[in-house]
């Protein structure tokens, strides 16, 4: 039988492949709580922070500027109520994406994830992504030396 941990990995793991990967909004009801609080990063747009249409805004905003956006696990670790997941996105910059036209550029960068679930749901998430790294391969920002 699965542990708690187990179970609340598998949750985190389907969610970014239904999700993130396919765009399947109606997988949230599933894996997020109705009272869903997100901590986003700083972003160039206004995100909401509340409910499963908080990613379902969010989802959209990459998917739309990017639709090859591809999110590829590189480890995740869970303890208690809480999943760590790190991991890769991936895609190309053809649509308009944070109020910056497209760019046709491909963009790789990492983001961290950490998720507190209660009753096989995720109720909290806080993230942090390279945002700078993206809009220097995306070329609506220098990249400094040593940059992508």
């Not at 709580?33 to 922070?49: G, L, N, T």
């Not at 760019?103 to 806080?126: A, M, P, Q, T, Y």
């Amino acid at each position: 039988m699965a542990t708690e941990q187990e179970r609340n990995k598998a949750l985190v793991l389907q969610m970014y492949e239904e999700v993130w990967n396919k765009g399947n909004f109606d997988f949230l009801k599933t894996a997020i709580s109705p009272s869903f609080k997100d901590h986003p990063p700083k972003r160039f747009v206004e995100v909401s922070d509340r409910g499963q249409e908080a990613l379902v805004e969010e989802v959209s905003r990459f998917r739309g500027g990017m639709p090859d956006f591809h999110g590829q696990m590189i480890n995740v670790v869970a303890e208690g109520d809480r999943v760590m997941y790190v991991g890769r996105l991936t895609g190309t910059n053809t649509q308009s994406f944070m109020n910056f036209p497209p760019s046709g550029k491909k963009v790789s960068v990492l983001g961290i994830s950490d998720f507190r679930l209660e009753n096989g749901k995720i109720v909290e998430r806080w993230t942090i992504f390279d945002l700078m790294g993206m809009m220097m391969q995306m070329g609506v920002m220098p990249a400094g030396p040593g940059g992508h």
